[in-house]
């Protein structure tokens, strides 16, 4: 399964759409190259701090199936938003277990598309303003 190249301009301008509740969809390129669809799953506010913990899924523009499982958690502290990377799996279909990805090229330019797509979704619903900065988990 590959995953088309994103330009550092597309990965910080892409376009964003309401999916659902608490459902977001992220295009990344024009015409679309990469889509991701954020689910969060945990949002939390201790104003001016925001947590969030999602789930999304990086895959080619127009087809779902198979795509990559990105964890990813954001927290907003001052003028940052942090982003940890904690996995990334490859998903070939619905029915199909989840196969965590070895740590190499592909697993960081996935997680670099995870954490870019969680990081527009916070900017965009929450009206949080800040740099991006991207961490990945040691124990994966």
Known sequence: MDIPEVSEVEL???SFSV?????YTISFGSPCKVSANVRMDVLMFSWPRVFSKAL???YRCSEFWPHFDV???ALSFGKSIYLLVDSVARHNESDAEVVPLERGPLWLYVAKLGAAALCKTVRE???VQGRCRTYTSAGT
């Open 19 to 23: 999916a659902g509740p608490a459902e």
């Open 12 to 14: 910080e301008n892409p």
């Open 125 to 127: 619903v929450l009206n």
């Open 71 to 73: 964890k990813v958690r």
């Open 56 to 58: 999304v899924a990086i």
